[in-house]
């Protein structure tokens, strides 16, 4: 079976300008979450959905968003790019939102010039 | 809010050798994962433990979690070059939820 898939794997992009980064889970899989990823640190939680419905939110600016289709496949959208915005993100899928192993895709590498 | 600190933040050891990487909490550890990620890819999911006194193993690669559910550790034993990466560990915030909060990772390098 697939694993969870993320599209692009990598892109560049200039400030200000937007992106929209797409994931799709394992099969069967119903929650989505998305990570960012800075070079040399962990990952940090930006959202989850499950059922497309918001289950959480990081602390991240409302330049992010997302939403999850009934497919159960997710979209992160990222406006007014800036520098600080290049990083790894990363997709997770589980089969519920509390419970359970979380698996993550390989991730959409953002380079922001 | 929640910290993860691990220990040591890199590792350098002789193929063959047995290591240990450690995962301390700054508050009670509700479910805890361990990732391993090759530079700049994915994470791969090793093992995820929940219950204090917990104890997983997977071929070489076991990992527990203490009684006062505040720390974890990951032992790799005879360390292989297929085990260099970057082991990461992850708690939820709190029971019953996935926002994870990660590590800073410990960079693992096996010398042939």
């Known amino acids: 079976d697939a694993g969870v898939t993320q599209s692009p794997t990598h892109l560049i992009k200039t400030r200000g300008q937007q992106v929209t980064l797409r994931c799709s889970p394992i099969s069967g899989h119903k929650s989505v979450s998305w990570y960012q990823q800075v070079l040399g640190q962990g990952p940090q939680f930006i959202f989850q959905?499950?059922?497309?419905?918001?289950?959480g939110r990081g602390n991240f600016p409302d330049r992010f968003s997302a939403r999850q289709f009934p497919n159960y496949s997710s979209e992160l959208n990222v406006n007014a790019l800036l520098l600080g915005d290049s990083a790894l993100y990363l997709c997770a899928s589980s089969y519920t939102p509390g419970t359970g192993e979380l698996f993550f895709g390989e991730g959409s590498r953002l380079t922001v010039l | 809010s929640q910290e993860l600190e691990q220990s040591p933040q890199s590792l350098i050891v002789q193929e063959g050798k047995n290591l240990t990487i450690n995962c301390t909490s700054s508050k009670t550890l509700y479910g805890l994962y361990w990732y391993k990620q090759k530079y700049g890819e994915g994470l791969i999911f090793l093992m995820m433990l929940q219950k204090g006194g917990e104890e997983k193993s997977h071929e070489k690669i076991t990992a527990k979690l203490d009684e006062k559910k505040q720390q974890s550790s990951l032992h790799i034993t005879a360390s292989q070059p297929s085990h260099a990466g970057i082991y990461l560990c992850?708690?939820?915030?709190?029971?019953?939820?996935?926002?994870?909060?990660f590590g800073q990772g410990t960079r693992l390098t096996i010398n042939p």
């Open positions: 992850g708690a939820a915030a709190f029971q019953g939820a996935q926002k994870l909060v």
């Open positions: 959905y499950y059922e497309k419905e918001e289950r």
